[in-house]
Protein backbone atom coordinates (compact mmCIF):
# COMPACT_ATOMS: atom_id res chain seq x y z
CA UNK A 1 0.00 0.00 0.00
CA UNK A 2 1.03 3.21 -1.00
CA UNK A 3 0.47 6.94 0.43
CA UNK A 4 -1.73 7.47 -3.29
CA UNK A 5 -3.60 4.47 -2.69
CA UNK A 6 -5.19 6.08 0.97
CA UNK A 7 -5.14 9.89 -0.54
CA UNK A 8 -7.31 8.29 -3.64
CA UNK A 9 -9.29 6.38 -1.59
CA UNK A 10 -10.38 9.45 0.29
CA UNK A 11 -10.53 11.37 -2.78
CA UNK A 12 -13.17 8.52 -4.28
CA UNK A 13 -15.59 8.72 -1.19
CA UNK A 14 -15.56 12.35 -0.80
CA UNK A 15 -16.56 12.75 -4.68
CA UNK A 16 -19.18 10.29 -4.36
CA UNK A 17 -17.88 8.17 -6.80
CA UNK A 18 -14.98 6.80 -9.21
CA UNK A 19 -15.72 8.90 -11.81
CA UNK A 20 -15.29 12.22 -10.20
CA UNK A 21 -12.57 11.07 -8.25
CA UNK A 22 -10.40 10.34 -11.59
CA UNK A 23 -11.47 13.75 -12.89
CA UNK A 24 -10.05 15.64 -9.72
CA UNK A 25 -7.24 13.61 -9.48
CA UNK A 26 -6.59 13.53 -13.06
CA UNK A 27 -6.16 9.85 -13.10
CA UNK A 28 -7.49 7.42 -15.75
CA UNK A 29 -11.15 6.19 -14.39
CA UNK A 30 -10.14 2.53 -15.01
CA UNK A 31 -6.62 2.86 -13.27
CA UNK A 32 -8.70 4.22 -10.09
CA UNK A 33 -11.00 1.13 -10.45
CA UNK A 34 -7.93 -1.12 -10.47
CA UNK A 35 -6.79 0.21 -7.31
CA UNK A 36 -9.74 0.26 -5.31
CA UNK A 37 -10.12 -3.61 -6.36
CA UNK A 38 -6.32 -4.34 -5.42
CA UNK A 39 -7.05 -2.01 -1.69
CA UNK A 40 -10.10 -4.34 -0.91
CA UNK A 41 -8.11 -7.59 -2.17
CA UNK A 42 -5.06 -6.23 0.44
CA UNK A 43 -7.06 -6.16 3.22
CA UNK A 44 -9.78 -8.85 2.18
CA UNK A 45 -13.17 -6.85 2.77
CA UNK A 46 -15.43 -4.99 0.81
CA UNK A 47 -15.12 -1.41 1.50
CA UNK A 48 -17.72 0.32 -1.42
CA UNK A 49 -20.99 -1.01 -2.44
CA UNK A 50 -21.20 0.42 -6.37
CA UNK A 51 -24.40 1.82 -6.89
CA UNK A 52 -25.29 2.98 -10.49
CA UNK A 53 -25.04 6.56 -9.56
CA UNK A 54 -23.52 6.38 -5.47
CA UNK A 55 -21.30 4.56 -3.33
CA UNK A 56 -21.75 3.23 -0.20
CA UNK A 57 -19.25 2.75 2.82
CA UNK A 58 -19.53 -0.61 4.46
CA UNK A 59 -18.61 -0.81 8.11
CA UNK A 60 -15.10 -2.09 7.17
CA UNK A 61 -14.79 0.95 4.36
CA UNK A 62 -15.48 3.30 7.58
CA UNK A 63 -13.21 2.44 9.11
CA UNK A 64 -10.86 2.12 6.39
CA UNK A 65 -12.05 5.67 5.33
CA UNK A 66 -11.04 7.19 9.22
CA UNK A 67 -7.89 5.62 9.43
CA UNK A 68 -6.99 6.54 5.63
CA UNK A 69 -7.91 10.57 6.34
CA UNK A 70 -5.81 10.08 9.56
CA UNK A 71 -2.91 8.75 7.98
CA UNK A 72 -3.25 11.73 5.25
CA UNK A 73 -3.31 14.03 7.79
CA UNK A 74 -0.11 13.38 9.24
CA UNK A 75 1.35 13.07 6.00
CA UNK A 76 0.33 16.39 5.41
CA UNK A 77 1.43 17.68 9.34
CA UNK A 78 4.90 15.79 8.46
CA UNK A 79 5.54 17.83 5.39
CA UNK A 80 4.13 21.60 7.34
CA UNK A 81 6.83 20.54 9.90
CA UNK A 82 9.76 19.75 7.52
CA UNK A 83 8.63 23.05 5.30
CA UNK A 84 8.29 25.10 8.96
CA UNK A 85 11.09 23.80 10.07
CA UNK A 86 13.62 25.11 6.69
CA UNK A 87 11.64 28.68 7.02
CA UNK A 88 12.47 29.36 11.15
CA UNK A 89 8.58 28.88 11.89
CA UNK A 90 7.68 25.81 14.12
CA UNK A 91 4.57 24.29 13.81
CA UNK A 92 1.01 25.21 11.67
CA UNK A 93 -1.93 25.67 13.48
CA UNK A 94 -5.28 25.06 11.46
CA UNK A 95 -8.57 26.81 12.45
CA UNK A 96 -11.79 27.62 11.22
CA UNK A 97 -13.38 30.79 12.11
CA UNK A 98 -16.88 32.33 10.87
CA UNK A 99 -16.53 34.79 7.99
CA UNK A 100 -17.47 37.87 9.05
CA UNK A 101 -16.41 37.94 12.51
CA UNK A 102 -12.49 37.59 11.75
CA UNK A 103 -11.11 41.23 13.24
CA UNK A 104 -13.49 39.92 16.54
CA UNK A 105 -11.83 36.76 16.79
CA UNK A 106 -8.19 37.63 15.86
CA UNK A 107 -7.99 39.72 18.35
CA UNK A 108 -9.74 38.16 20.96
CA UNK A 109 -7.93 34.63 20.52
CA UNK A 110 -4.54 35.22 18.38
CA UNK A 111 -3.55 38.34 20.30
CA UNK A 112 -2.56 36.40 23.72
CA UNK A 113 -1.58 33.04 21.70
CA UNK A 114 1.00 35.28 19.44
CA UNK A 115 2.54 36.81 22.20
CA UNK A 116 3.75 33.68 23.57
CA UNK A 117 4.36 31.38 20.23
CA UNK A 118 5.34 34.03 18.19
CA UNK A 119 6.89 31.33 15.22
CA UNK A 120 3.58 29.56 14.52
CA UNK A 121 2.15 29.31 10.81
CA UNK A 122 -1.14 29.72 10.39
CA UNK A 123 -3.64 28.01 8.00
CA UNK A 124 -6.47 29.77 8.65
CA UNK A 125 -10.04 29.30 7.21
CA UNK A 126 -12.53 31.89 6.69
CA UNK A 127 -15.73 30.42 6.04
CA UNK A 128 -19.58 30.79 6.34
CA UNK A 129 -20.52 29.31 10.01
CA UNK A 130 -22.23 26.28 9.10
CA UNK A 131 -19.13 24.88 7.31
CA UNK A 132 -17.05 25.58 10.44
CA UNK A 133 -18.29 21.69 11.09
CA UNK A 134 -17.50 19.74 8.40
CA UNK A 135 -14.12 21.51 8.23
CA UNK A 136 -13.28 19.97 11.69
CA UNK A 137 -15.62 16.72 10.99
CA UNK A 138 -13.21 15.99 7.94
CA UNK A 139 -9.59 16.61 9.83
CA UNK A 140 -9.29 19.58 7.52
CA UNK A 141 -8.94 22.10 10.48
CA UNK A 142 -8.17 20.79 13.89
CA UNK A 143 -9.97 23.45 15.47
CA UNK A 144 -13.19 25.13 14.92
CA UNK A 145 -15.16 28.27 16.33
CA UNK A 146 -18.38 28.49 15.88
CA UNK A 147 -20.94 31.54 16.90
CA UNK A 148 -24.66 30.19 16.90
CA UNK A 149 -26.27 27.50 18.13
CA UNK A 150 -24.62 24.23 19.70
CA UNK A 151 -23.79 21.67 17.50
CA UNK A 152 -24.37 17.90 18.97
CA UNK A 153 -22.31 15.67 16.72
CA UNK A 154 -21.09 12.46 18.25
CA UNK A 155 -17.40 13.00 17.40
CA UNK A 156 -17.10 16.45 18.49
CA UNK A 157 -16.13 17.67 21.36
CA UNK A 158 -18.23 21.34 22.39
CA UNK A 159 -16.30 23.71 24.70
CA UNK A 160 -18.76 27.08 25.25
CA UNK A 161 -16.61 30.21 26.02
CA UNK A 162 -18.72 33.12 25.89
CA UNK A 163 -22.32 34.20 25.09
CA UNK A 164 -23.82 37.35 23.23
CA UNK A 165 -26.87 38.91 23.57
CA UNK A 166 -28.93 39.47 19.89
CA UNK A 167 -30.31 43.11 20.44
CA UNK A 168 -31.66 45.10 18.03
CA UNK A 169 -29.87 48.14 16.17
CA UNK A 170 -31.86 50.80 14.64
CA UNK A 171 -31.35 54.40 13.40
CA UNK A 172 -32.44 57.26 15.71
CA UNK A 173 -35.54 57.78 14.34
CA UNK A 174 -36.51 54.71 13.91
CA UNK A 175 -39.95 53.98 16.17
CA UNK A 176 -38.33 51.33 17.64
CA UNK A 177 -35.51 53.84 19.33
CA UNK A 178 -38.29 55.82 21.27
CA UNK A 179 -39.88 52.14 23.14
CA UNK A 180 -38.89 52.56 26.62
CA UNK A 181 -36.91 49.63 28.06
CA UNK A 182 -36.53 46.03 26.26
CA UNK A 183 -38.36 45.21 23.77
CA UNK A 184 -40.77 42.28 22.93
CA UNK A 185 -40.79 40.01 20.00
CA UNK A 186 -44.26 40.97 18.97
CA UNK A 187 -42.64 44.55 18.39
CA UNK A 188 -40.55 43.98 16.03
CA UNK A 189 -41.74 41.26 13.38
CA UNK A 190 -43.57 44.22 11.53
CA UNK A 191 -40.32 45.87 10.27
CA UNK A 192 -37.90 44.72 8.10
CA UNK A 193 -34.65 42.79 9.34
CA UNK A 194 -31.44 42.73 8.68
CA UNK A 195 -29.67 39.37 10.36
CA UNK A 196 -26.35 37.73 10.17
CA UNK A 197 -26.23 34.25 9.09
CA UNK A 198 -24.89 33.20 12.42
CA UNK A 199 -27.85 34.58 14.23
CA UNK A 200 -30.37 33.89 11.85
CA UNK A 201 -31.30 30.23 13.34
CA UNK A 202 -32.28 32.06 16.90
CA UNK A 203 -34.06 34.53 15.67
CA UNK A 204 -36.68 32.34 13.66
CA UNK A 205 -36.09 30.10 16.61
CA UNK A 206 -37.66 32.93 18.95
CA UNK A 207 -40.10 34.58 16.77
CA UNK A 208 -41.72 31.25 16.44
CA UNK A 209 -42.25 30.65 19.75
CA UNK A 210 -44.79 33.69 19.56
CA UNK A 211 -46.49 31.66 16.36
CA UNK A 212 -44.46 34.52 14.56
CA UNK A 213 -42.22 34.36 11.30
CA UNK A 214 -39.37 37.17 11.19
CA UNK A 215 -39.73 39.31 8.00
CA UNK A 216 -36.16 38.97 6.58
CA UNK A 217 -35.39 41.50 4.34
CA UNK A 218 -31.48 40.58 3.84
CA UNK A 219 -29.85 37.84 5.23
CA UNK A 220 -25.62 38.72 5.39
CA UNK A 221 -22.40 37.30 6.79
CA UNK A 222 -21.06 40.32 8.51
CA UNK A 223 -22.79 41.65 11.07
CA UNK A 224 -21.38 45.17 9.81
CA UNK A 225 -23.45 44.79 6.69
CA UNK A 226 -26.72 44.36 8.24
CA UNK A 227 -26.26 47.29 10.59
CA UNK A 228 -24.87 49.42 7.92
CA UNK A 229 -28.23 47.76 6.18
CA UNK A 230 -30.40 49.73 8.90
CA UNK A 231 -28.08 52.50 8.98
CA UNK A 232 -29.03 53.42 5.29
CA UNK A 233 -32.32 52.09 4.50
CA UNK A 234 -34.37 52.25 8.11
CA UNK A 235 -34.40 48.46 8.82
CA UNK A 236 -33.73 46.47 11.96
CA UNK A 237 -30.58 44.70 12.29
CA UNK A 238 -30.80 41.80 14.75
CA UNK A 239 -27.24 41.39 15.48
CA UNK A 240 -24.83 40.14 18.73
CA UNK A 241 -23.29 43.07 19.91
CA UNK A 242 -20.04 42.36 22.52
CA UNK A 243 -18.88 45.50 24.46
CA UNK A 244 -15.57 45.72 22.08
CA UNK A 245 -17.77 46.08 19.26
CA UNK A 246 -19.76 49.25 20.27
CA UNK A 247 -17.82 51.39 18.48
CA UNK A 248 -19.96 50.02 14.92
CA UNK A 249 -23.00 50.88 16.77
CA UNK A 250 -22.44 54.88 18.20
CA UNK A 251 -24.73 56.44 15.77
CA UNK A 252 -27.68 54.51 16.25
CA UNK A 253 -29.55 53.12 18.61
CA UNK A 254 -29.24 49.56 20.64
CA UNK A 255 -32.19 47.89 22.19
CA UNK A 256 -32.36 44.73 23.95
CA UNK A 257 -34.86 42.20 24.18
CA UNK A 258 -36.95 40.58 27.18
CA UNK A 259 -36.46 37.13 25.59
CA UNK A 260 -33.65 35.23 27.53
CA UNK A 261 -33.26 32.83 24.41
CA UNK A 262 -32.14 36.12 21.99
CA UNK A 263 -28.65 34.91 22.09
CA UNK A 264 -25.60 33.44 20.44
CA UNK A 265 -23.53 30.66 21.79
CA UNK A 266 -20.24 30.77 20.82
CA UNK A 267 -17.88 27.52 21.26
CA UNK A 268 -14.56 25.76 20.39
CA UNK A 269 -14.90 22.57 18.38
CA UNK A 270 -12.42 19.74 17.94
CA UNK A 271 -13.00 16.50 16.34
CA UNK A 272 -12.85 13.45 19.47
CA UNK A 273 -11.90 10.87 16.18
CA UNK A 274 -8.19 12.63 15.58
CA UNK A 275 -5.57 13.60 17.47
CA UNK A 276 -4.39 17.24 18.52
CA UNK A 277 -1.22 18.47 17.31
CA UNK A 278 1.06 20.56 20.31
CA UNK A 279 0.12 23.51 19.15
CA UNK A 280 -3.34 23.12 19.08
CA UNK A 281 -3.37 21.88 22.65
CA UNK A 282 -1.30 24.89 23.36
CA UNK A 283 -3.99 26.76 21.63
CA UNK A 284 -6.88 25.62 23.73
CA UNK A 285 -4.76 26.18 26.71
CA UNK A 286 -4.21 29.37 26.51
CA UNK A 287 -8.21 30.20 26.29
CA UNK A 288 -8.87 27.92 29.37
CA UNK A 289 -9.50 24.52 28.02
CA UNK A 290 -7.06 21.66 29.33
CA UNK A 291 -6.70 18.37 27.01
CA UNK A 292 -4.43 15.41 27.11
CA UNK A 293 -3.41 15.04 23.22
CA UNK A 294 -5.02 11.82 22.41
Given at each position: M???S ?18 K ?5 P ?15 Q ?5 S ?11 FY?K??E????E ?5 D ?7 F ?8 P??N ?18 VN ?5 V?S????P ?6 T??G??R ?18 I ?9 L ?6 LH ?50 C ?16 MV ?13 A ?8 L ?18
Open positions: TLDYKNFVAIVESGSILAAANLLIAQSLSNQLKNIEKNYGALLIRGRSLELTDAGRMRAKICRLDSLRNITNSKTGAEMLKISIAGSAHFLHKFFDPFIEEHPKYDLYEPELVINVLNGIEIITSNLPNYAPLSVYPYEREDVAVVPKGHPAKVKGRITQVHEYNLAVPFDCLGIVKTSFGQHLLSPNVAIITSPKTTAIEWARSFGVALVSLPDDEKELTKDVKRFDDPDMYVSSFLVNREYRSDIAVEFLKIHGITLKNR
